[in-house]
């Protein structure tokens, strides 16, 4: 594939790099891409190949595999990789190691080195698991019987022991033939085309009403597709969270890419819009918002955008103004929150947060203090439980926020989609 684009390129006069950024730009996975492989890195990132492209994380534009792991093409010439997964056995001496799949041959990378000795053929790293495969996952003890890979093949379905080296085939009556699988937040989901579908590993049961559309779980799209529900779209996305607040009248707000959730206090339902429609003046993806005195102050780069609360948001005139004149802190904002009716905003950024007094005439962002426990928050919110702090698809609880500055020992983890928003998939 690479070199007939080669051929192409120079057919058209035009550089290598001009014609791989323009075949970059044409892979938008917001229109309904088939991945042909899915594999989580070693930080949680998951990494979709299509061609010889890569997506890293759930947004953002493809670029060239080989620009993450140049072996694939040097060794191969990369047209596209046909399965992949991570080793995630802590017994294994293959611990956090990378393995991709390309017709006949296994890569196995650790920290994004290719292994000495690799590639090897399939067989001799995977013995009983057949070349030209379509899918595999890891599936660590206890969600198979033993630590496992499983591997997919057309109809064929492979348990592999990562201990005994034994394959065991199975039939998975139910699963649609995987064109990429992978676990992610202890579940795992087959590919196939566009759509997904959660399976149990041991069984192959689908789990639930499937198959479902990737783009609205696992990317984040201005729009998504005709039959998608947003309700339910937003709250199970496994994208994370750009903002979360609440406003005096308890009514909670999640913000993420161009659409939002509002949950009402008062009957405690869900519903979903997009930010457009809303908050047209902010458009989309915003970086940070916190609730005061019936108001929302909406933070998106270096501007600051102030909406009064009610059936109908409403823009303050003479808004957006500077960051920096308003609070007195230059952006972008990772996250910020209010506790209850206090009036001190706590803005991160991030590893610091910094601590705007609301009844100040000259607002400043003082009190800085550094944050130990979080490389990079997402978002954060605090009301009458606490404070809750956002980081990827997970949260974790602190009493308050000096408990949460005090901090040396990460809180329980626990599910953004499963605990605030109510979703068992």
């Not at 206090?265 to 819009?273: G, R, S, V, W, Y």
């Not at 997009?274 to 970086?287: M, P, R």
């Amino acid at each position: 594939m690479k070199l007939l684009t080669q051929v192409l390129c120079l057919a058209l006069a035009v550089t290598w790099a001009h014609c791989n950024s323009h075949a970059s730009a044409v892979l938008d996975r917001c229109l309904g891409l088939e991945m042909d492989a899915v594999a989580v890195n070693e930080v949680g990132i998951p990494y979709f190949f299509k061609g010889d492209h890569l997506f890293k994380g759930f947004h953002g534009k493809a670029e060239l595999s080989n620009e993450s792991f140049a072996e694939l093409d040097d060794h191969h010439h990369l047209g596209h990789v046909d399965a992949a997964f991570r080793m995630h056995f802590e017994n294994s001496t293959d611990h956090d190691h990378l393995f991709f799949f390309l017709d006949h041959s296994v890569f196995s990378y650790y920290q994004h080195k290719l292994e000495q000795g690799y590639p090897k053929k399939i067989s001799e790293v995977f013995p009983g698991i057949p070349d030209h495969l379509d899918a595999a996952v890891e599936c660590p003890h206890p969600e198979c019987e033993e630590d496992s890979v499983i591997f997919f093949k057309g109809d064929e379905i492979y348990h592999y022991n990562v201990r005994t080296q034994a394959v065991d085939e199975k039939e998975f009556k139910d699963m649609p033939n995987c064109t990429s699988a992978f676990r992610f937040m202890e579940h795992f989901y087959c590919f196939h085309g566009h759509m997904f579908s959660k399976f149990d590993p041991k069984t192959g049961e689908v789990l639930g009403k499937y198959p479902k559309e990737a783009r609205d779980y696992f990317m984040r799209c201005a729009k998504f597709s005709e039959e998608s529900d947003p309700v339910e779209r937003e709250r199970c996305s496994r994208v994370h969270l750009d903002a979360v607040t609440s406003d005096n009248a308890g009514n909670k707000y999640a913000f993420r890419g161009h659409h939002f959730l509002f949950k009402e206090e008062a009957n405690d339902t869900l519903k979903a819009d997009t930010i457009e429609n809303a908050f047209k003046e902010l458009h989309s993806d915003v970086d940070a918002v916190f609730s005061y005195q019936d108001h929302l102050y909406m933070i998106k780069n270096d501007k600051i955008h102030i909406y009064k609360t009610g059936t109908a948001h409403t823009h303050l005139e003479g808004y957006p103004k500077p960051l920096k004149e308003e609070l007195g802190i230059e952006g972008p904002i990772d996250a910020a929150f209010v506790c209850g009716d206090h009036h001190i905003a706590h803005l991160i950024k991030g590893q610091k947060m910094y601590d705007v007094d609301l009844k100040s005439s000259q607002r400043v962002a003082d009190n800085e203090r550094p944050i130990s426990l979080f490389q990079k928050i997402d978002a954060a919110i605090c009301d009458g439980e606490g404070l809750k702090v956002i980081v990827g698809n997970h949260y974790y609880h602190f009493d308050s926020p000096m408990l949460f500055i005090a901090g040396r020992a990460l809180p329980e983890q626990r599910r953004v989609s499963l605990e605030l928003f109510g979703c068992d998939h």
